[in-house]
C-alpha cells in the first residue's frame, strides 16, 4: 500500500473513532476543506433562522418592546455568561460589546489606573510596592498582533506611561517595581505558539502589576482556565472559534475581585448605574456591566448567541485533545507529500507550546495559498511568507487534514 493511500485510510480510521464527528453537522459547509476558522468560523447551521427571526419578529413586530420582551438589554451579560466556561471563568465576570481593539484599550487603560491605585495594603494576589505611585510602564508583547501594539502605544500616551515591547520569553525577566500593566498573547496569531498563561500570570502577579490577556486564538479551542489562574483581565474576539460571525462582537473578562476597582475609560450610559436616570455624573454599575460602554449591536450580538449554541454538550477539553490530533497528523502528512525543504513549520512541535493552527514558511507562500484556495484547500497568508491554517475540531475532520497536505503537495511539487 502506498503511502497516499496508507494515510487516507488512517484517516478514515481517526474520523471514525471521532467523538466529535457529528458537530460538523451543526454547520454549513461544502466540499472545500475550510482551514481558516483561525480568521473567520464557519457558519452555524441555527444562525440564518434566529437572525430572521430577530429581524422580522424581535425589531419588525415588537420593535422598542423587544428590549425588554426579548431581552436585548441583558444580552451583552447573558452572553458572556454563556462564554464564560469555554474560558474557564465563572458567572457573572464576562461582557460582550464593541471590537477586541475597544476591550483591549478598556482593559490596558484601567490596569494601570488600579496600579496606580494601589497602596502599601499590597496587592490582593501579590506583595506589590509600598506605593503603587511609581508605576509607570506598559510591557507588550513585541510579537503581538499589530492593533495591540497601537492601543498599547495609546494607552501608555494617555496614563503617562513608557511602553515596552518584549517577547513572552524574555517577559519573567523585564518585570519590575516599575510595572503597572501587561499586555500578552495566548497565541501567536502568526506561528500558533501557545504561551504558558499560568507562569507568566504568576510572574506578572509577584512583580505586583496586573496582566490583560488577549484571548482572539485560543477561546474555543483549548482550555484557558482564567478563573483558576487568577488572571486579572482579558479579551477576544468571537469570529474565529467561536464562530460568530463577521464583526461579531467581542468579549471583555473582568475578574470577580476587582471588578469594584475596574475604572473604564469609556464610560457610557449603558455601564451607568442608573442608565435611563439620564444623571449628569457617572457612576458606574457593579460587577462586569462596568465594561459595556453605549448601545449594544443587537443584531451582531444574538447572532452570535445562536452560534454559541453549537457549543451544547461539547467540553473544550475534547476539542483540544482533538485539535492536537488533527495537527499532528497534519504535520505528519505535511512530512510525507511536501518535497523537502520546501516549507519549514513555525509552529511548536510540543504540545504544551502549540495553539490550534499550523503556521508554515514558504517563499512564495501567497501564491501558493491562491493555488490552494483554486483547488478547494482555504488556508490564509501573512506576509511575507507565512501560510497558515486554522484547525477548529468542531468541523475538521481527519480526512480534510489529509487532503489539505496532499494537496499542498501536489501545489509545491
Excluded at 107 to 131: I, S, T
Excluded at 398 to 413: I, N, S
Amino acid at each position: 500500500m502506498s503511502e497516499l493511500s496508507e494515510l487516507a485510510a488512517e484517516a478514515e480510521k481517526l474520523d471514525a473513532a471521532d467523538e466529535l464527528a457529528a458537530l460538523r453537522a451543526r454547520f454549513v459547509l461544502d466540499d472545500a476543506v475550510y482551514l481558516d476558522g483561525n480568521s473567520l468560523g464557519a457558519l452555524p447551521a441555527g444562525v440564518p433562522a434566529r437572525v430572521e427571526d430577530v429581524v422580522r419578529r424581535q425589531w419588525g413586530e415588537l420593535r422598542i418592546r423587544s428590549w425588554e420582551e426579548s431581552g436585548w438589554w441583558t444580552a451583552p451579560e447573558r452572553i458572556g455568561d454563556r462564554i464564560a466556561p469555554l474560558v474557564g471563568a465563572a458567572a457573572g465576570q464576562i461582557v460582550v460589546g464593541d471590537s477586541t481593539s475597544v476591550n483591549v484599550f478598556k482593559a490596558l487603560v484601567a490596569a494601570v489606573r488600579m496600579a496606580g491605585e494601589d497602596d502599601g495594603a499590597g496587592r490582593a494576589h501579590g506583595a506589590g510596592r509600598e506605593n503603587g505611585a511609581g508605576r509607570d510602564e506598559i510591557l507588550v508583547d513585541a510579537t503581538t498582533f499589530p492593533t495591540d501594539g497601537y492601543i498599547a502605544d495609546s494607552a501608555a500616551r494617555m496614563t503617562g506611561c513608557a511602553l515596552r515591547p518584549v517577547t513572552p520569553a524574555e517577559m519573567p525577566s523585564a518585570l519590575g517595581d516599575r510595572t503597572a500593566a501587561v499586555l500578552l498573547n495566548h497565541v501567536d496569531y502568526r506561528t500558533g505558539r501557545l504561551h504558558d498563561l499560568p507562569a507568566l500570570t504568576a510572574a506578572v502577579h509577584e512583580a505586583g502589576a496586573y496582566v490583560v490577556w488577549d484571548l482572539c486564538h485560543s477561546a474555543g479551542a483549548l482550555p484557558v482556565g482564567l478563573d483558576e489562574h487568577g488572571v486579572d483581565l482579558a479579551v477576544g474576539c468571537t469570529y474565529k472559534y467561536l464562530n460568530g460571525g463577521p464583526g461579531s462582537p467581542a468579549f471583555l473578562y473582568v475578574r470577580r475581585g476587582l471588578q469594584d476597582r475596574f475604572d473604564s475609560p469609556l464610560p457610557g450610559w449603558n455601564s451607568h448605574a442608573e442608565p435611563f436616570g439620564m444623571r449628569p455624573a457617572y457612576a458606574p454599575a457593579s460587577g462586569a456591566l462596568r465594561g459595556r460602554v453605549g448601545t449594544p449591536d443587537i443584531l451582531s450580538l444574538l447572532a452570535l448567541e445562536a452560534a454559541l449554541e453549537v457549543w451544547d454538550g461539547v467540553s473544550v477539553e475534547a476539542v483540544r485533545a482533538k485539535s492536537l490530533a488533527l495537527t499532528d497528523f497534519f504535520l505528519r502528512c505535511v512530512g510525507e507529500y511536501v518535497p523537502a525543504a520546501r516549507v519549514e513549520s513555525l509552529t511548536p512541535a510540543a504540545h504544551a507550546e502549540r495553539g490550534s493552527q499550523v503556521a508554515l514558511r514558504c517563499d512564495d507562500a501567497g501564491d501558493v495559498m491562491k493555488r490552494l484556495v483554486e483547488r478547494g484547500v482555504v488556508g490564509d497568508f501573512r506576509a511575507p511568507d507565512v501560510l497558515r491554517f486554522g484547525f477548529t475540531p468542531l468541523y475538521v475532520g481527519f480526512a480534510d487534514v489529509e487532503r489539505a497536505a496532499r494537496v499542498l503537495g501536489e501545489t509545491l511539487v
